[in-house]
């Protein structure tokens, strides 16, 4: 029976409309999966002896420092891994038993490659503890933890993907814990490694990591069994319908009929809401960049600039038109113009830019020369990557699920990893041409070339607008059809 199921999900992948996309991404993903498998390799090796030359115990600052490596690979697994879906509907009313459904799902999971990359941290560590004389029997039970754990993670991520703003409140405890450990007001892992020590010194409480592992499991087995029928987990939730005029739009024409749907859009609907909220927090990246102290190259700063005021291009932008994937085939059958609809989502970029370009002037903290950065950030996401976004789109065949109730992101995370690989073309350009500068004559003459390159993008804004058009009406048919994939 899961050779059946392997066999149907090796189909729906060659037959999807968006095959060669597909196909492409998993294989740059192979490339970075092994570079960061080397590099997970080397930091398990190296960890030992790099902590021994700091004059620290390795074994114990490891356990320290352990609970905050959980953390972040729990609050990683919530933003990136994908839960493996299956149609599950048509299998219903085939002689196909539900645990073994249940099962097949579950172990897609176990076999995800942020389980696997684990394997290449703690099974080195656990050989040099091996090699330097410590105990065999604690080795194997302290590392038979640790992949308990790992994979308690794994569970944990299927089951809080179900509730609202789950990301949200974990992202603000962990900032919330290390900024106490950071300013000295409360050290959590005082007390956590307490429990880590305990599990290589005291023998049996390599237990409590299984035993908590197989309760999640049975939890997450019974969770997904319980609603595997149509009239449960699967079936649509109904919530009361609310009408907005927003008759100040009007005058704008057809620009303000696009714009009261998008703006509907995302007040209306879960994911397009936390993908606004989520793009709120890349106001805050600029902190690692602009610090005195942070120790990054120059030119990383313009990489800090367009980040601050491109959140909501980054993660609303980049998937126009799946926004409106429910409803385009219906869409397409009108008589609407695909500049109109182009231009409203250019300008839905372009306010939310500026907006949060206003937001950041609490970067004036760190100087004028900081929040010139932004702006000349913000200058090149308008006149230069919203066109890249939109263009994007027309080859971007990812349908989007707004009566989605499977967790904050949606069926798909809003910050899914082939989203965020599609961001690199419209980061490398602006980083080139400051870093030419800077190498010429100084930054500021790099911060010129960058508003240059903006200004001239806006310049010939309708020729590019011509070109994105007709790309977009060559793709109409095969982006209505994948849309109507389930």
């Given at each position: 029976m899961i050779l059946k199921f392997l066999y149907l999900e090796w189909k729906s992948f060659v037959r999807s409309a968006s095959f060669g996309t597909n196909l492409a991404l998993k294989i740059l993903l192979g490339f970075l999966a092994v570079l960061y498998t080397f590099i997970f390799l080397m930091a398990g090796l190296g960890a030992f002896y790099a902590l021994k030359e700091m004059h620290l115990d390795p074994l114990q600052t490891v356990n320290k420092y352990l609970i905050y490596y959980f953390l972040i690979d729990l609050g990683i697994r919530l933003m990136l891994q994908k839960i493996p879906v299956m149609n599950i509907r048509p299998l219903l009313i085939l002689p196909f038993k539900r645990p073994t459904i249940v099962n097949f799902s579950i172990g897609k999971t176990i076999l995800s490659f942020f389980n696997f990359l684990h394997v290449f941290s703690f099974l080195p560590f656990s050989i040099v503890l091996l090699v330097e004389g410590y105990d065999v029997l604690s080795v194997i039970l302290w590392h038979l933890a640790m992949?308990?754990?790992?994979?308690?993670?794994?569970?944990?991520?299927?089951?809080?993907?179900?509730?609202?703003?789950?990301?949200?409140?974990?992202?603000?405890?962990?900032?919330?814990?290390?900024?106490?450990?950071?300013?000295?007001?409360?050290?959590?892992?005082?007390?956590?490694?307490?429990?880590?020590?305990?599990?290589?010194?005291?023998?049996?409480?390599?237990?409590?990591?299984?035993?908590?592992?197989?309760?999640?499991?049975?939890?997450?087995?019974?969770?997904?069994?319980?609603?595997?029928?149509?009239?449960?987990?699967?079936?649509?939730?109904?919530?009361?319908?609310?009408?907005?005029?927003?008759?100040?739009?009007?005058?704008?024409?057809?620009?303000?009929?696009?714009?009261?749907?998008?703006?509907?859009?995302?007040?209306?609907?879960?994911?397009?809401?936390?993908?606004?909220?989520?793009?709120?927090?890349?106001?805050?990246?600029?902190?690692?960049?602009?610090?005195?102290?942070?120790?990054?190259?120059?030119?990383?700063?313009?990489?800090?600039?367009?980040?601050?005021?491109?959140?909501?291009?980054?993660?609303?932008?980049?998937?126009?038109?799946?926004?409106?994937?429910?409803?385009?085939?219906?869409?397409?059958?009108?008589?609407?113009?695909?500049?109109?609809?182009?231009?409203?989502k250019w300008w839905l970029i372009v306010i939310a830019t500026f907006i949060s370009t206003i937001l950041a002037s609490f970067y004036l903290y760190y100087g004028w020369q900081v929040y010139l950065t932004i702006i000349v950030g913000a200058i090149y996401n308008i006149g230069v990557n919203s066109h890249l976004v939109l263009l994007g789109g027309a080859y971007t065949k990812t349908p989007i699920d707004l009566e989605s109730s499977k967790g904050a992101f949606g069926d798909k995370k809003a910050f899914n990893t082939s989203a965020m690989l599609l961001t690199l073309p419209k980061l490398l350009l602006p980083i080139l041409l400051y870093g030419a500068g800077s190498w010429i004559m100084n930054p500021n003459l790099g911060l010129a070339f960058v508003v240059i390159t903006g200004l001239l993008g806006f310049a010939f804004r309708d020729k590019v607008f011509s070109k994105i058009e007709k790309i977009y009406k060559s793709e109409k048919y095969a982006t209505i059809a994948a849309y109507k994939q389930k």
């Open positions: 992949i308990a754990l790992v994979y308690s993670n794994n569970f944990l991520n299927i089951i809080l993907t179900n509730k609202d703003n789950v990301f949200s409140i974990f992202l603000a405890i962990v900032l919330i814990l290390g900024g106490l450990q950071y300013y000295q007001f409360f050290t959590i892992t005082d007390y956590t490694s307490v429990f880590f020590d305990g599990l290589f010194h005291t023998k049996w409480m390599f237990l409590f990591p299984v035993l908590g592992l197989m309760g999640l499991y049975y939890f997450t087995y019974n969770y997904l069994k319980t609603n595997l029928y149509l009239d449960a987990g699967l079936s649509l939730k109904h919530q009361i319908a609310k009408t907005e005029d927003l008759t100040w739009l009007n005058q704008f024409g057809t620009l303000g009929t696009f714009l009261k749907n998008d703006i509907k859009l995302i007040k209306r609907n879960k994911r397009s809401r936390t993908t606004v909220v989520m793009s709120l927090l890349f106001l805050f990246y600029g902190l690692i960049f602009f610090r005195e102290n942070s120790h990054q190259p120059e030119v990383m700063k313009i990489f800090a600039g367009i980040f601050v005021s491109g959140g909501f291009l980054f993660t609303f932008g980049q998937f126009v038109p799946s926004w409106d994937s429910s409803y385009y085939p219906l869409m397409m059958s009108q008589n609407i113009s695909y500049k109109g609809y182009l231009s409203s």
